[in-house]
């Protein structure tokens, strides 16, 4: 059970604001829109607090993935599992036949396998920890025709507030080029998850010539939060 895991040093429940380092504090308050359920025993380390979407972003970004993949795809692999938000998302909406979820991080790693057992939906999805290049290469190939990709990496750090536009060519460790090269050598059915200042003509570069590409900005409290561009043949979102 997911109460009696025993957590590594550097993932913690934090459980008032006097525990919580000064960097994550205005993280803190946002606590129950990160995860409902936060309370019941959820895990980050401080590093992951950044990088979780937050509930009600997942489950829009959710909804329209199970709505809009065609029927003959029932595999996800989420490429940048992290704490495990959008990978809880995905598993709630019980439109995938499995998930993969991949995260580097060892630690984040536990986080994520916890949590997902906190909301009881752990028994959907298979773990791997590692480069999520390689896994698709090696373990996962096989499962490329069933298979679409949603992809939230890493931005480069908080910083990516401040730029009016966001340069994704040069985004932090790795360029759109680099993200779309490697997922569109596995299957044509690429989400991306970017800033919300991400540049759009960077973006529609890397659109097929006779293709088209949907971007939807996920807001809150009638703000974008960020954007997510779906490539390949992913239906128009309503």
Same mark, same amino acid.
């Given at each position: 059970?997911?109460?009696?895991?025993?957590?590594?040093?550097?993932?913690?429940?934090?459980?008032?604001?006097?525990?919580?380092?000064?960097?994550?504090?205005?993280?803190?308050?946002?606590? =129950?829109? &990160?995860?409902?359920?936060?309370?019941?025993?959820?895990?980050?380390?401080?590093?992951?607090?950044?990088?979780?979407?937050?509930?009600?972003?997942? =489950?829009?970004?959710?909804? =329209?993935?199970?709505?809009?993949? /065609?029927?003959?795809?029932?595999?996800?692999?989420?490429?940048?599992?992290?704490?495990?938000?959008?990978?809880?998302?995905?598993? #709630?909406?019980?439109?995938?036949?499995?998930?993969?979820? &991949?995260?580097?991080?060892?630690?984040?790693?536990?986080?994520? #396998?916890?949590?997902?057992?906190?909301?009881?939906?752990?028994?959907?999805?298979?773990?791997?920890?590692?480069?999520? +290049?390689?896994?698709?290469?090696? #373990?996962?190939?096989?499962?490329?025709?069933?298979?679409?990709?949603?992809?939230?990496?890493?931005?480069?750090?908080?910083?990516?507030?401040?730029? =009016?536009?966001?340069?994704?060519?040069?985004?932090?460790?790795?360029?759109?080029?680099?993200?779309?090269?490697?997922?569109?050598? +596995?299957? /044509?059915?690429?989400?991306?998850?970017?800033?919300?200042?991400?540049?759009?003509? #960077?973006?529609?570069?890397?659109? /097929?010539?006779?293709?088209?590409?949907?971007?939807?900005?996920?807001?809150?409290?009638?703000?974008?939060?960020?954007?997510? &561009?779906?490539?390949?043949?992913?239906?128009?979102?309503?």
């Amino acid at each position: 059970m997911a109460d009696t895991e025993v957590a590594p040093p550097e993932v913690h429940h934090y459980q008032s604001i006097e525990e919580v380092p000064w960097d994550i504090q205005n993280y803190w308050a946002q606590r =129950h829109r &990160i995860f409902s359920r936060y309370d019941d025993g959820i895990w980050l380390t401080d590093d992951a607090w950044f990088g979780v979407t937050p509930e009600p972003v997942a =489950h829009k970004i959710a909804n =329209h993935m199970a709505e809009a993949t /065609p029927e003959d795809r029932c595999i996800l692999v989420d490429c940048f599992a992290g704490a495990g938000g959008n990978t809880i998302a995905f598993a #709630q909406t019980r439109k995938w036949k499995r998930i993969y979820a &991949i995260e580097k991080n060892p630690a984040v790693l536990q986080c994520a #396998q916890h949590n997902a057992e906190i909301y009881g939906v752990g028994n959907q999805i298979t773990w791997f920890q590692g480069d999520c +290049f390689d896994i698709l290469q090696n #373990q996962l190939k096989d499962l490329a025709p069933y298979s679409v990709i949603f992809a939230s990496p890493p931005w480069g750090g908080p910083g990516y507030r401040s730029d =009016h536009v966001f340069n994704l060519s040069t985004m932090e460790p790795y360029s759109l080029k680099r993200l779309y090269k490697e997922y569109s050598m +596995f299957t /044509p059915l690429v989400a991306l998850f970017l800033p919300r200042t991400s540049d759009a003509r #960077q973006m529609a570069k890397f659109v /097929p010539e006779g293709d088209k590409a949907e971007v939807v900005h996920y807001c809150m409290d009638g703000h974008s939060k960020a954007l997510c &561009i779906y490539y390949g043949g992913f239906a128009s979102h309503n």
